[in-house]
Each structure stands twice: as C-alpha cells, then as structure tokens.
C-alpha cells in the first residue's frame, strides 16, 4: 500500500507480528523515551504517529470529495468510494459522536 500503517493481522515472512513493535515505537514517542535519530527514520519513512487521526483526516476528505460531486453530506447507505471505502459508518459515526459531545 505505500504507507507505515501496519494492519493488526500482519506478520512478516518470518512470523513476525509487526503491529506489536510498531505500537511500541508510538508508545516510545509519545512518551517522549524515542532517541532523535530514530524518530527521524521512522519519520523519513513516513511512520504515523497518531493512525487515528490519520484515518480521520483521511475520511474527512473522502466526505470532502463526496460533497464536492455530490452537493451535500448526505452519503446514501450503499455509497462506497472509488477506494472501497462505506463513508456512510464514517459519517454515521462522527454525527454521534456530535450528539454524545464528543466530537473535538
């Protein structure tokens, strides 16, 4: 796919769950306790830091491009995007968490 956003499922040709050292290195960094260098190669691979947020960002302009073909937000039920994505639990999920206020 081209990007450092390790499914939990994968595991290396040698057995290895690659999703475990990856939450490690975040944990690391988040906590500040990652050294400068291999912040800086994990970045110049294109490591995500925080990958809710950029499933979030990536969502968003998948609505973005709905409502600019479309006119408005009201993604139907059965729409998918041209990537495979159902935008409609997407959408669904963020008008509850408005409600719940819990939308930042």
Known sequence: KGDCLVPDAYE???GVKLRF????????YSKGQLSEE???RLEELGFVWEP???????NFEL????????GDCLV???YETFEGVKL??????QRQAYS?????
């Open 21 to 28: 050292w990856v939450h490690n290195q975040r944990q690391a």
């Open 38 to 40: 291999r912040t800086k």
């Open 63 to 70: 609505l973005v491009q709905y409502r600019d073909e479309k």
């Open 76 to 78: 139907p039920d059965a």
């Open 100 to 104: 719940k206020g819990q939308l930042s």
């Open 12 to 14: 290396t040709f040698e």
């Open 52 to 58: 809710y947020d950029a499933a979030w960002a990536e």
């Open 88 to 93: 409609r639990f997407w959408v669904h999920n």
